[in-house]
């Protein structure tokens, strides 16, 4: 069974910075696509970040790219988020996934963790 437990999350003043971190276990995640979503308040699910375990290759959306960065570490198991600049627009519950196949979607999700960016 894939668990991904997401921490990190907090409190930081629009300008600042936090890093996110996702412990994934259960299986070998050789192939996988691992993503972080994240999710404003009374909006839908969006997009951040996804980075291929293998090879490491990153792709990010449009609005955090610049600012945001995510990593693996495949020796532990992780995979990070690191969030500068960060804006009150970056306010919402982000999540790490966990996709077997890249193109088909997510299999896998943590219960996510709360930023909240004062102005």
């Known amino acids: 069974q894939v668990q991904l437990v997401e921490s990190g999350g907090g409190l930081v003043q629009a300008g600042g910075s936090l890093r996110l971190s996702c412990a994934a276990s259960g299986r070998t995640f050789s192939n996988y696509v691992m993503g972080w979503f994240r999710q404003p308040p009374g909006k839908e699910r969006e997009f951040v970040a996804h980075i291929t375990w293998n090879d490491g290759t990153t792709y990010y959306a449009q609005s955090v790219k610049g600012r945001f960065s995510i990593s693996r570490d495949t020796a532990k198991n992780t995979i990070s988020l690191q969030m500068n600049s960060l804006k009150p627009e970056d306010t919402a519950v982000y999540s790490c996934?966990?996709?077997?196949?890249?193109?088909?979607?997510?299999?896998?999700w943590g219960q996510g963790t709360q930023v909240t960016v004062s102005s």
């Open positions: 996934a966990a996709a077997i196949r890249a193109g088909l979607g997510y299999d896998f």
